[in-house]
C-alpha cells in the first residue's frame, strides 16, 4: 500500500548550519493495517508524516502510494493533525463535506455521505454545530470525519489525541479501534506515548532521536480479532 525507501530529510538550523532530521528511512504498510510510529518528542515523527503526506520535499529515497510516487499531497493520503483544523466558519455537516464540494458532488448524496461519516463517529446531534461550539474530543471527532469521507488509501493521524484530556483520549481509542474495525482503513498513527502506540496499532516502529531513524520495530499480538 506504501513504501518508504532511503528517505532522508534535513533542516537549517539557526545557528549550526544543517541536521538531519530523518535518516535513511525504510518501510513499507500493508493495506488495511495499523501502524504507529512511536518515538520522543523532536525526533522526526511529524517530518517523516508531512514527507508521507506530500507536505515536505524528500531529498533522497522515494514514497509510493499503491505502486506510484507521490507528487505534493493528495486526497489519497490524508493528515488528521493533533489540533483539529476545521473551518471555524462552517458547520461540522459543513465541514465534513467540504471536500466532497471541492470533487464537484451534488449536494444532495455529499451530504448523505458525510451525515453517515458524521454518525460514524458519534456526532449526528451536532451536525448543524459550528466548531467553537463543541468539546476538543468532538472536534477531534468531526476532524476525523471529515478526513474519512474522502475515502483516503490511507488515514495519517498525527498525534490526534495527544491534547485531550485521559478519560476524552481513553473514549477516542475506543471509538477509533471501532472505527479502524467497521472501515478496516489503512492507518499511520504517530505517537509519544507507548500505551497508545501498543493498544491501537497492528505493529510499531520506534523511532530514536537525532538523527532520526527507526530502532526498532514490534509486532502487536492483539486480542481481538484483526483480517
Ligand atoms: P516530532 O514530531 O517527533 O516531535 P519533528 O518531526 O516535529 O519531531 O521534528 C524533528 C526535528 O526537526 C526537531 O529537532 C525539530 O526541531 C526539527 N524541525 C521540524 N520542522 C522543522 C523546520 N521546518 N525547520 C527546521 N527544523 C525543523
Ligand atoms: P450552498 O449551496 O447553500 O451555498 P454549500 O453546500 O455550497 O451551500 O456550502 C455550505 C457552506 O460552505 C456555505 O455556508 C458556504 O458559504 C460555505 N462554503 C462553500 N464553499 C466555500 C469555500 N470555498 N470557502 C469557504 N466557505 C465555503
Partial sequence: MIDIQG?????????????????????????????????????????????????????????????????????????????????????????????????????????????????????SKFADRYPHELSGGMKQRAAIARALVMDPDILLMDEPFAALDEQTRLLLHKELEEIWMKTRKTILFITHNIREAVLLSDRVLVMSTRPGRIKKEYEIQAARPRN
Fill in 7 to 123: 528517505v532522508s530529510k534535513t533542516y537549517m538550523e539557526r545557528d549550526s548550519g544543517t541536521f538531519m532530521a530523518i535518516d535513511n528511512v525504510s518501510f513499507s504498510i500493508w493495506k488495511g493495517e495499523f501502524v504507529s510510529i512511536l518515538g520522543p518528542s523532536g525526533c522526526g515523527k511529524s517530518t517523516l508524516l508531512k514527507l508521507i503526506a506530500g507536505l515536505e520535499q524528500t531529498e533522497t529515497g522515494k514514497i509510493e502510494v499503491l505502486g506510484k510516487p507521490i507528487h505534493g499531497p493528495g486526497t489519497d493520503r490524508i493528515v488528521v493533525f493533533q489540533e483539529h483544523t476545521l473551518f471555524p466558519w462552517l458547520t461540522v455537516l459543513e465541514n465534513v463535506s467540504f471536500g466532497l464540494k471541492q470533487r464537484g458532488m451534488k449536494k444532495k448524496e455529499r451530504y448523505e455521505r458525510a451525515m453517515e461519516q458524521i454518525k460514524l463517529v458519534h456526532l
